[in-house]
């Protein structure tokens, strides 16, 4: 099997040759779309693994700002005209031009919730849903509409698909209730329209720093995705026990905090071995719990990489 073989029988659940594996990281004061392609590259042909996660770096342009709850129904959301979108395009055709065909190759994208926060700020937000969350919601409405139609946009370059960051279910910010009025029915929309373009879904179910990383994991059971991923370490929630509540396909199984990061070489060897002894590795892809630091040396992950397709 070639990688992109690899993945697409992992994704269906059937047999492969070999585990699938793809770690993925910020690359530090690189902002320049051709020294991010290149950085982008260079990982991913100095660890062999197999595929790319295409970063997010460019911010979220919004045309509005928003002072009170009321400047929520004003909001023009980002369009394909925006500044980030085009130089997410031409860093997604760099790498496609590259590597396009030989493995499956995914772009991040952050909902139209956290989209919201970069383009203004989290306490801002957080308050303004609690004192006018029908105001919020029309915003939010607006921002994943023009969300999806870039979505739209990133497909239609050649990706295999979008590596979808979903957010804002960490215990403490939401009740369910209000995370379902807020927050879901906005990612549905930017997640129904991969569907409807017939790409493949990377569910990643995202906790922020301030939250200890921590989510309601069980709330995203019904958002439409070909793998799913998440903090299992931070959660306490079992690679095993996510493959049987989701019933889908799961990447993950390393803590990105972890041994990866500070331990030696033989140590990470050790450790994916025995994530991968004591996990059904049909319908798997080895992974990080998150996005691995930036500083992180290039050769730890090599070594998990090769420990992962060394594994029989």
Known sequence: MNKFERMKAAIEAKPVDKVPVGFWLHFPGVEEVN?????HIHMYRQTNMDLIKIMYEYGYDMETSVKTPSDWYRIK???RKSSFYKKQVDLIKGILDECGGECMIFSTMYGP???AVIATEDALLMEHSKENPKAVCAGINAIAEGLAD???GYLEQGLDGIYYAAQF????RFSRSQWETLVKPYD??????????EKYTILHICGEREYDFKTNIEWYQDYPADLVNWAVHKNNYSLEKGRKFFNKPILGGIDNRGTIYTGTHDQ???????VLKSND????VAGADCTLSGDIEIDKIKTAVEAVHNFK
């Open 35 to 39: 020294e991010l392609r290149e950085a």
């Open 77 to 79: 959301p980002a369009t």
């Open 113 to 115: 919730f956290k989209s």
């Open 150 to 152: 870039i979505a739209q």
């Open 169 to 172: 279910s960490e215990p403490g």
């Open 188 to 197: 549905l929309k930017i997640l129904n329209t991969i569907s409807e373009a």
């Open 268 to 274: 990470i060897a050790n450790e994916v071995t025995d």
């Open 281 to 284: 590795l049909t319908g798997f």
